[in-house]
């Protein structure tokens, strides 16, 4: 038997109904469900807002028609059955209008992650996130990593993982891939890490 066979399982709309009420009562929480396991996400601090900021500067100048919402909920994991709060997605401008608080994936192009400094970032987001994302069929996971100083491009998405994933220190080129062909330019990172 599996871990997850284990555990009790929540409804999705359970979840959501759960996440609703504790945005409601407790400003700045914001809870995700990965893997049938409820999280609280990190309030970002001041450089994780400077690097969405810079990312969002790089792909306003090479895909205006694309904007990088922050902060969206979306359907995540096989079945749509997770909830997740990517730091950013790339997605058409106007992708998300008339949805709720957990959109549909399909046009995301990219989704983006940058690292907090809570004990559990290393798992959710080299772990879980991928797998998650790669689930959905987002082509492009960008994950910046600040304790370790590295950007991670993840693509190629083959439902249960990703066939392709780059890394390169701060201040090295990366290329986002297909569909995005951006290239990321990573030595102003440096200015944003502890």
């Known amino acids: 038997m599996t871990v997850m066979q284990d555990r009790p399982h929540m409804l999705t709309e359970d979840f959501e109904a759960v996440a609703r009420i504790a945005a409601r009562e407790r400003e700045g929480t914001r809870l995700e469900f990965i893997d049938g396991v409820?999280?609280?996400?990190?309030?970002?601090?001041?450089?994780?807002g400077m690097i969405i900021q810079w990312l969002t500067r790089i792909c306003m100048q090479h895909r205006p028609e694309l904007w990088l919402h922050s902060g969206q909920g979306i359907k995540a994991q096989e079945y749509r059955a997770g909830r997740a709060?990517?730091?950013?997605?790339?997605?058409?401008?106007?992708?998300?209008?008339?949805?709720?608080?957990?959109?549909?994936?399909?046009?995301?192009?990219m989704a983006v992650e940058v690292t907090s400094w809570d004990s559990d970032t290393h798992r959710r987001?080299?772990?879980?996130?991928?797998?998650?994302?790669?689930?959905?069929?987002?082509?492009?996971?960008?994950?910046?990593?600040?304790?370790?100083?590295?950007?991670?491009v993840y693509s190629q998405p083959s439902g249960r993982r990703y066939e392709s994933t780059r890394i390169v220190a701060y201040g090295k080129d990366i290329e986002l891939p297909d569909p995005l062909g951006i290239t990321l330019h990573t030595e102003a990172l440096k200015d944003w890490v502890r």
């Open 125 to 152: 987001d080299h772990v879980e996130k991928p797998r998650a994302y790669a689930e959905t069929g987002i082509p492009v996971y960008l994950l910046i990593d600040r304790a370790k100083c590295e950007i991670s």
């Open 38 to 48: 409820i999280r609280s996400k990190a309030m970002p601090d001041g450089d994780h």
């Open 85 to 109: 709060i990517p730091d950013a997605v790339l997605a058409p401008a106007e992708a998300f209008v008339g949805q709720g608080d957990w959109v549909e994936p399909d046009p995301i192009l």
